[in-house]
């Protein structure tokens, strides 16, 4: 998927903006099915992410979490995003002191305004929007897919709606979000391992046209 065409008056049009998964686009829609067994796949580009570090305890962590409106999770698994309102950012822990920030607000805006919160204390914050791109797999056998190739246990016992954990798919490391008990998930891998992970969902969703063998 790309950007809209802009155009420069003195250099002429601007190249477009392709996400890492443009080329698969038909692809994927044509995977994709509805009915009982349904699932369907598709890529959600350009989220802003935003990687940050800094000491919970910390006075530059409740600047920060004034600035995001959220409190920082505190737990593996944890996110904000059951609590948050719409178009609120959602935050996903992946170590004790180490978030994933993801925004529906511009990349440099969400940058600059925890950069500030952050200040001179220690930490970092790093925009990583370019660095994984999002793709999104929903439906009844959606959990069915995953199974294939994830190690998690996926059942509602152990994993739902809120919850988003670094682990792996197929052999892609990912983080998986669970958005909904649907179920929808979004995996979020890096740029350059999302073909891969694309066409392996393709693959494992395919068995899935068919009815149910008993």
């Known amino acids: 998927m790309a950007e809209p065409t802009t155009t420069d008056a003195g250099t002429g049009p601007v190249a477009l903006r392709t996400s890492p998964l443009a080329h698969l686009t038909q692809r994927m829609r044509a995977a994709s099915f ?19 570090r800094v000491d ?7 600047r920060i979490e004034k600035t995001l409106g959220a409190a920082l999770p505190r737990r593996c698994g944890d996110t904000t995003s059951s609590a948050a309102p719409a178009g609120s950012p ?12 993801l925004s529906p607000a511009e990349e ?3 940058t600059a305004e925890l950069r ?5 204390n220690p930490g970092s914050v ?3 929007s370019a660095n994984r791109t999002t793709v999104e797999l929903s439906g009844p056998s ?22 988003a954990v670094s682990t792996t798919v197929g052999p892609v490391p990912v983080l998986l979000w669970q958005l909904d008990a649907a179920p929808t998930y979004r995996l979020l891998p890096r740029s350059s391992f ?13 068995e899935y046209r068919g009815p149910q063998v008993p």
Not at 34 to 52: D, Y
Not at 56 to 62: E, K, L, N, R
Not at 93 to 98: A, F, I, M, T
Not at 116 to 120: E, M, Q, R
């Open 90 to 101: 959602t935050l996903a822990w992946l170590g004790p002191d180490e978030w994933l920030v």
């Open 126 to 128: 790093v925009n990583v």
């Open 116 to 120: 500030d919160a952050l200040g001179t």
């Open 194 to 206: 999302a073909d891969y992970l694309a066409r392996w969902l393709i693959d494992a969703m395919h």
């Open 108 to 110: 440099t805006t969400v």
């Open 142 to 163: 959606a959990r069915q897919v995953l199974e294939k190739g994830c190690p998690l246990d996926l059942h509602p016992r152990a994993f739902g709606p809120g919850q």
């Open 56 to 62: 919970p305890a910390s006075d530059a962590a409740a």
């Open 34 to 52: 509805t009915g009982a067994r349904g699932v369907t796949l598709t890529e959600r580009p350009f989220t802003t992410m935003v990687n940050l």
